[in-house]
Every structure is written in C-alpha cells, then in structure tokens.
C-alpha cells in the first residue's frame, strides 16, 4: 500500500490562489485517478475534483486538479479565494486492489 | 433527490457490537460499488470498506479486517456495517458513500452516523 501526504494547512487572502499539494509515497501517481474532497466543519465531503482534473456539476471552475509525474504528487488549485472556500480538503486515490487511500487533510484559511 | 441516510451508530462498550445501515434513494442501488468512510473526532477521513454492485467483491481496510463486515441488501436499497469486537479507536462518525462509476472516488455521501467505543 502507499500514503497520500499534505500540508497540515496553507493559507491565503481572498482573491489569491492557492495550491495544495498530494504526494504518493509509491507507486505512480498517474495510475490512478485522484479525487479531491471539500469539508467544511459539521458537513459531510463533497467532491470538487475527481478523475485527476475533472470537476463535478456545480464546483465552480475556480477549482482545477492536475497531476505531475516528476514529483508524483497530484494538485488542488483554487484561484479568486473566496471565504466560504475555507475549509479541510482530501486528496483520495487507491490501489490495485481497490483499497481506497486518502492524504491526511489539508486545512485552508482564508484570511 | 439522490439521498444516502445512515443509522444505528451509538454508545457501545469496548468489545461490544453495533450494526449500521445506510438506506439508499434517488438512484439504482445495484448498480453502483458502495463504501464506508469514518472519522475520528478532530482527524481525517479513513476508508473502512467497499462492497461491489453484487456483493461478490468486498475490501477491507487492515485495521477492521476480520472485525467487520459489509453486506448489501439491493432489493432494500440498503448497505450495512456489522462491527464486532469494537474498541475505543473506533470511535468515529461512520460515513456511507457512494463509489463514482469508473473512478473508484466517493461521488455522493450520507449526513453520518456517530460510533462511540467507551474502554
């Protein structure tokens, strides 16, 4: 099995981007698809990126995901910050054996 | 409204056993894989289990292996969680989620369903 590492947290003023990051400790980040998660305090996820780049109905396209295989790691890049996007944020992907594996949150601030 | 609600979670004593369910509506149950997600208090979400369309394929994180079951009833629309053997660090809001097609990602979540193990 591999891990999914974050920041602890990343912060920045509203209207700025920010990216937050996802590196795999094995295996390549490419040959899997990696989902990225919003929760806010008290609510259930929601997906803003699935399928490395793709994102669902609804998530503004302020959101973007990409992956980079030379670091193996895979990105979250919310541009024009808004407040309410302040939150904890989940990179997800899985293995060969569909054992699903998720990075361990990242805290945005958006102050 | 495609909708997941889950119930059964509760206060429980180390050892003991509780069984969660998740009524699915708004889509065709059968035809998707299904998962259970928890979170510890103040922590990040963990993948439990997964369950394929027919039930014939299940996946077990190794922490709950051999303690837990899934199961699936698709003419109830229903996923389950049977936990036996609990102890305290399975304390968690337990989550049932639904499995994008094609993308092994979680496209639809249910409100929670809160597990506490008391030692």
């Known amino acids: 099995n591999f891990m999914l590492t974050q920041p602890h947290s990343v912060s920045e003023s509203p209207g700025k981007t920010v990216t937050i990051s996802c590196t795999r400790s094995?295996?390549?980040?490419?040959?899997?698809?990696v989902q990225w998660y919003q929760q806010r305090p008290g609510s259930s996820p929601t997906t803003v990126i699935y399928?490395?780049?793709?994102?669902p109905s609804g998530v503004p396209d302020r959101f973007s995901g990409s992956i980079d295989s030379s670091s193996n790691s895979a990105s979250l890049t919310i541009s024009g910050l808004k407040t309410e996007d302040e939150a904890d944020y989940y990179c997800?992907?899985?293995?060969?054996?569909?054992?699903?594996?998720f990075g361990g949150g990242t805290k945005l601030t958006v102050l | 409204e495609v909708q997941l609600v889950e119930s059964g979670g509760g206060l429980v004593q180390s050892g003991g056993s509780l069984r969660l369910s998740c009524v699915a509506s708004?889509?065709?149950?059968?035809?998707?894989?299904m998962s259970w997600v928890r979170q510890a208090p103040g922590k990040g979400l963990e993948w439990v289990a997964n369950?394929?369309?027919?039930?014939?394929?299940?996946y077990y994180v190794d922490s709950v292996k051999g303690r837990f079951t899934i199961s699936r009833d698709n003419a109830k629309n229903s996923l389950y969680l049977q936990m036996n053997s609990l102890r305290a660090e399975d304390t968690a809001v337990y989550y049932c989620?639904?499995?994008?097609?094609?993308?092994?990602?979680?496209?639809?979540w249910g409100q929670g369903t809160t597990v506490t193990v008391s030692s």
């Open positions: 989620a639904r499995t994008r097609t094609g993308y092994y990602g979680m496209d639809v």
């Open positions: 708004g889509f065709t149950f059968s035809s998707y894989w």
């Open positions: 369950i394929k369309q027919d039930g014939s394929e299940k």
């Open positions: 094995s295996g390549s980040i490419a040959s899997n698809y």
């Open positions: 399928g490395d780049n793709q994102r």
């Open positions: 997800q992907s899985y293995d060969s054996s569909t054992h699903v594996v």
